[in-house]
């Protein structure tokens, strides 16, 4: 029986916070911006926003093809973001 990906809710503010640690088993990663502002996807904690991935209010990032540790941060304020994480 095949496993279900793992979905959660997360807060992000616009202190940097990690979003997935490092996984060989991930087959993919989806994160829905919930919120009402940019939020970004970084590749490291010290990575500045403007470097990062930005995904705006309502839409969403996925990646079928990454395994390493991201981080993620607000634009403003506080964000509600949803992470699915399909580890196989």
Not at 3 to 15: A, F, N
Not at 52 to 63: E, F, R, T
Not at 64 to 70: I, K, L, V
Request: proline share 6%; net charge negative.
């Amino acid at each position: 029986m095949a496993r279900l990906p793992k979905t959660r809710g997360i807060t992000v503010t616009t202190t940097p916070q990690k979003l997935v640690t490092e996984n060989p088993t991930r087959k993919g990663l989806l994160v829905y911006n919930n919120g009402s502002a940019t939020v970004y996807i970084l590749s490291g904690q010290n990575i500045p926003k403007t470097d990062g991935i930005p995904v705006a209010a309502g839409a969403s990032y996925n990646n079928d093809d990454c395994y390493g540790e991201f981080w993620i941060v607000a634009e403003s304020g506080s964000q509600n973001v949803r992470v699915e994480e399909d580890t196989g």
